[in-house]
């Protein structure tokens, strides 16, 4: 097998060393074709490009992800347990966020962001965050946090 790959390289050598031309233009050719194929080419840097587009959940969180701002964003938690005077810790809190949603609203991070707020309502995703779930998923869920043990946790999972 290895003796036929290097005969194999050597013909192809022997034949462009005495047709230069016509491997010229084939090399040439190939040349021609990759760069039409290079302006078809797309390069998508998203986490949806890595999984497989057919998949009814990736197209569901997808759906998520585009309707709903709160499902891909960041969340940044300003922390004043160090400031003892809880009056003066809420104050600086509430200062730093305002101060904080005015910089990401500027036209510098339009580009960047869609848009902030100061919190979720907790109260509403509770209520409703399983109604965009299968009826299947919804079942499939509830078995799995029925129980908190481990070996059942595990078998429903």
């Not at 959940?57 to 964003?73: G, H, L």
């Not at 029925?146 to 429903?156: A, E, G, W």
């Amino acid at each position: 097998m290895k003796q036929q790959k290097e005969r194999a390289l050597v013909q192809w050598t022997e034949w462009s060393i005495s047709h230069y031309r016509k491997a010229l233009l084939l090399v040439l050719g190939i040349t021609v074709l990759l760069g039409i194929g290079l302006i078809f080419l797309k390069t998508e840097m998203t986490f949806f490009s890595i999984l497989p587009r057919h998949s009814k959940q990736v197209q569901d969180f997808e759906r998520i992800t585009n309707e709903f701002a709160s499902a891909s964003q960041i969340i940044v938690a300003v922390d004043a347990r160090n400031i003892e005077d809880h009056k003066e810790a809420e104050a600086l809190v509430r200062q730093t966020i305002a101060q904080m949603i005015t910089e990401f609203e500027s036209p510098r991070w339009k580009d960047m962001l869609e848009g902030s707020t100061t919190g979720i309502d907790t109260d509403f995703v509770r209520a409703h965050g399983m109604m965009l779930s299968d009826p299947e998923d919804q079942d499939r869920m509830i078995k799995i946090y029925s129980n908190p043990d481990l070996l059942p946790f595990i078998t429903h999972l």
